[in-house]
Structure formats: C-alpha cells, structure tokens
Nanobody
Framework: QVQLVESGGGLVQPGGSLRLSCAASGSIFSIRSMGWYRQPPGKQREWVATVTADDTTNYAYSVKGRFAVSRDNAKNTVNLQMNSLKPEDTAVYYC???????????????WGQGTQVTVSS
C-alpha cells in the first residue's frame, strides 16, 4: 500500500501564489506518473497537471502558464507551484501517483486525501 499526503493549501488573494506538495510513503519500487487534479465546489473532479517519469509535463489549458508541476524522485514527492491565482482556481486539490511495489508488480494509481485552496479577497 502507498499513502499520499498533501500539504500547502490555504486561503490566498487573487493574483497570489501557493505551493502544494505531496509526499508518498509505503511500498514503492518505482513511480511512473505524478500529477494533480482538482474539484471545484459543486463540480466534477478535473485534471490539472501531470509530470511523467522522464520529467515531461502537461497542463490543463486553464492553468497553463500559471502553474508548474515538478517531481523529486529521491523524496517521492510532487509539487504544484500555483501563481497568478484566480477565484476560479478555488477547489480541493488532489495529488495522484501511479506506482508499483516490486519490479514484477502492476502499476497502481493512488490518491491523496485532498487539500483546500481558496482564492478570495
């Protein structure tokens, strides 16, 4: 089993910045992709950003140019730097990682518990 713990959420004014982090622990042999999703109030969960094992990054159109995703393989962490935040970025943010416990294992996705980000004046 793998546990993901997010940190860094909070309240920020429009135009401000926040940095989210997510650390994985447990039975980890390798991590393929790492990323972030969010769920705005009253809406479905949506994809935000992904970083692959070779550090290729992809972003949702709504956050491109404002958010930056990065990974630290030595620490099994993924970060999301969020700049120029807008009220519509308000959501619960979830990290996700696809891992395997041994070389012969299947890849399995795991999710964090979520962290609230509120952008408001």
């Amino acid at each position: 089993q793998v546990q993901l713990v997010e940190s860094g959420g909070g309240l920020v004014q429009p135009g401000g910045s926040l940095r989210l982090s997510c650390a994985a622990s447990g039975s980890i042999f390798s991590i393929r992709s790492m990323g972030w999703y969010r769920q705005p109030p009253g809406k479905q969960r949506e994809w935000v950003a992904t970083v692959t094992a070779d550090d290729t990054t992809n972003y949702a159109y709504s956050v491109k140019g404002r958010f930056a995703v990065s990974r630290d393989n030595a620490k099994n962490t993924v970060n999301l730097q969020m700049n120029s935040l807008k009220p519509e970025d308000t959501a619960v943010y979830y990290c996700t990682m696809t891992t395997k416990a041994t070389m012969g294992d299947f890849w399995t996705p795991y999710w964090g518990q979520g962290t609230q980000v509120t952008v408001s004046s």
